[in-house]
Structures are given as structure tokens and as C-alpha cells.
């Protein structure tokens, strides 16, 4: 199972560091994918790391400020969020598709079968 954590309340121009941990599952192995859900929106897809410190993704709109990264010997992925805006407060979840190691892409929804709870991001003045 994966857990996201680091979510919280920060004004815009603030940043934030996400994390995705499985305990007692390596990830080394696989690919991670960001995806956010704002109130009343699909969920839509930020980012995604292939295994091993591979290729990164990003959705168009993010890249620049959004950064993804992999410590495998903490088995953690990253999401460092930078000039945070009203418009990134959701829910951020971290997923993987246990048969891939890489990314295509960031992809959708339904590319992912292992999905983490979700932290809540909100950017507030």
C-alpha cells in the first residue's frame, strides 16, 4: 500500500514536499505517478519517475515548477512543489501499475491499480 505524506496548508508563492513511502514494499522497481483531485474536478494526472531514477514526466501546465525525484535507499518519491497557486490546492495520491517499471507519459487514472490514501494541499492566503 502506498502513503502520501507532507500536505498542509501554505500561502500562495509557498512551496511543498510530498513524499510516497510502501511500507514493507520496495519501489525501487517501479514506476510512481503524482495525481491531484480538486473539489468538484477529475482527478488528473502531475507527474510520474520511472523506476531505478529513470525519466520524468510532467503535465505541461506544471512543468517548471513541480519537480518529482526517487530515494530509493529511503524508498520514498518526491514531489517538490515550488510558487505554489490557489489553483494546486487537492488532493495529491501517488500510484503504480505493479507490471511496469516505466513511465509512457504521466498517463491517466486508469493506468494505475495501487493507489495511496491522498494528502490535502491547500494554497491560501
Known amino acids: 500500500q502506498l502513503v502520501e505524506s507532507g500536505g498542509g496548508l501554505v500561502q500562495p508563492g509557498g512551496s511543498l514536499r510530498l513524499s510516497c513511502t510502501a511500507p514493507?514494499?520496495?519501489?525501487?522497481?517501479?514506476?510512481i505517478a503524482w495525481f491531484r483531485q480538486a473539489p468538484g474536478k477529475e482527478r488528473e494526472g502531475v507527474s510520474c519517475?520511472?523506476?531505478?531514477?529513470?525519466?520524468?514526466y510532467y503535465a505541461d501546465s506544471l512543468k517548471g515548477r513541480f519537480i518529482v525525484s526517487r530515494d530509493n535507499a529511503k524508498n520514498t518519491i518526491y514531489l517538490q512543489m515550488n510558487s505554489l497557486k490557489p489553483e494546486d490546492t487537492a488532493v495529491y495520491y501517488c500510484a503504480t501499475d505493479l507490471n511496469r517499471s516505466n513511465c509512457h507519459g504521466v498517463g491517466t487514472v486508469s493506468w494505475y491499480d495501487h493507489w495511496g490514501q491522498g494528502t490535502q494541499v491547500t494554497v491560501s492566503s
Open positions: 519517475i520511472s523506476a531505478m531514477e529513470g525519466s520524468r
Open positions: 514493507g514494499f520496495i519501489l525501487d522497481y517501479y514506476q
